[in-house]
């Protein structure tokens, strides 16, 4: 008589597939551990063994050895505080990705994220310029003709509506939603939350656009007469005043980097501001024509151009030379770049979205999209969203561009969900940790450096 042995359903061959099972997770998690590792690892490893003295090599050791329990311990911490990923457009076979709608994206995406497009009709008092808050919730229109508008632009509520009754040429939000400015016909006025007046700078005249510098509290402007002024919305002071001597600009952007301020000009020339100098820190021939638009990346090591002689160039601040250019049908009039490194050229009624196209000259653009309502004006990423809001002669448009935001945000910097009281109190922390404009500098790590006195200024 024979025993019977173990048939391939019992206790035995149970527990051996559990334990193959938690092999194979243990090492897929450790796999994804070594790849999170390496992001937070200080460059290469020092080569001890090469190290004669005892003592240095001891030291050297538990040095590498305490960077290498920090990568670990960061990774650990990156994945319970960063959870969310980003995401992307796959194509797969002959399919490209620039050939997808909009009508097909939206069919394929959660309910949620469909009802981020939409479509503001409002081609009686375009052309409309916009602009999101650091939080991306809120959105500011400026409609040529006069019109001003604040609202949450997720649940579609309206905090204030204004006509002015006189051209509005750019806006711009400060410091969070409660104020925001608006370019008007000759000076630039300040407005609250609800639409009302709050100051008149009538210092600043003339101007075509504007740019808002977070960190500084500082309010810059150019316009018609060439001037680059620098306001403290904190105290009301004017920071400076420096004449370009280069004629009319319509192209300021800052670089979110180091806050250095960035112009385009008719000569084909990008010019490089900071509050302390009167003269450009950085002066740059980019262009046979005039410079259209300017933008930089959140590293701060791309600058992107469009002129009118229809080239769009990257370039390496850090080189400042040219890495590659791509040619648009027609010249593009406005560029801008996402939190994840997206690109976006648009011109007339299209808009072009590249992806990777920084770092690597691309062959085909990532996403196409035609407008429906009219002629561009100008068009933003919205912060921690993948949605590009476009203004335009017919009102304001959004898209979905999924990879474009930032899927993790930090509620110190900015907080999409933030309630009266944590925006006071952030409020309060901002002004205590606002930097002075002297800080404004091309390389922001010099700033906490000790200069050390040369040898032939030495006295004794």
């Known amino acids: 008589m024979e025993l019977a042995g173990p048939g391939p359903g019992s206790e035995a061959d149970q527990r051996m597939q559990a334990e193959t099972a938690s092999r194979g997770a243990k090492r897929k ?164 939350k609800r639409g009302l007046e709050v100051h008149c700078l009538k210092g600043h005249t003339d101007v075509k656009r504007l740019e808002f510098l977070p960190y500084h509290f500082l309010l810059a402007s150019v316009g018609d007469l060439g001037v680059l002024r620098f306001q403290d919305t904190s105290t009301g002071q004017t920071v400076a005043q420096h004449r370009t001597k280069m004629g009319p600009c319509d192209a300021l952007r800052q670089n979110p980097h180091n806050a250095v301020s960035l112009m385009g000009h008719a000569q084909g020339v990008v010019t490089m501001w900071t509050p302390n100098m009167s003269a450009p820190v950085i002066k740059m021939l980019t262009h046979r024509g ?62 072009n979205i590249w992806k990777d196209a920084l770092t690597n000259k691309q062959k085909s653009p990532y996403m196409t999209h035609n407008l429906q309502g009219g002629q561009l004006r100008d068009f933003h990423f919205c912060p921690y969203e993948d949605v590009l809001a476009m203004g335009h002669s017919g009102g304001v448009s959004t898209m979905l561009v999924p990879g474009a935001g930032e899927p993790n945000f930090d509620s110190y910097v900015a907080d999409p969900y933030q309630r009266a009281r944590a925006r006071q109190e952030q409020e309060v922390h901002l002004l205590l940790d606002k930097l002075q404009p002297d800080m404004i500098v091309l390389d922001p790590s010099t700033i906490g450096q000790v200069c050390f006195p040369s040898v032939s200024g030495l006295q004794y």
């Open 290 to 351: 005039p410079v259209l638009s300017v933008a930089a990346d959140t590293t701060g090591h791309h600058m992107v151009t469009t002129g009118a002689d229809g080239q769009v160039k990257v370039w390496d601040l850090r080189t400042y030379q040219p890495l590659h250019a791509y040619f648009s049908p027609s010249p593009a009039t406005w560029c801008d770049i996402s939190q994840r490194g997206l690109l976006a050229v648009g011109w007339g009624r299209r808009v």
């Open 29 to 192: 998690r450790t796999k994804e551990l070594n790849q999170k590792v390496a992001k937070f690892k200080r460059g290469e490893p020092i080569q001890i063994k090469q190290i004669g003295d005892k003592k240095l090599k001891g030291k050297m050791r538990h040095t590498e050895r305490l960077s290498s329990e920090a990568a670990v311990a960061a990774a650990k911490t990156d994945e319970w505080l960063l959870p969310a990923e980003a995401g992307t457009l796959e194509a797969e076979g002959m399919e490209r990705t620039w050939r997808f709608s909009q009508a097909a994206v939206v069919d394929e995406v959660e309910i949620g994220a469909s009802r981020k497009v939409f479509d503001l009709q409002l081609g009686e008092l375009g052309p409309y310029n916009i602009d999101f808050s650091r939080s991306g919730r809120y959105m500011l229109l400026g409609g040529q003709k006069g019109h001003l508008g604040l609202m949450d632009w997720q649940s579609g509520h309206t905090f204030c509506e204004v006509q002015v009754k006189e051209t509005v040429r750019d806006v711009k939000l400060l410091h969070n939603e409660q104020f925001f400015a608006a370019a008007q016909k000759k000076y630039v006025y300040i407005y609250d």
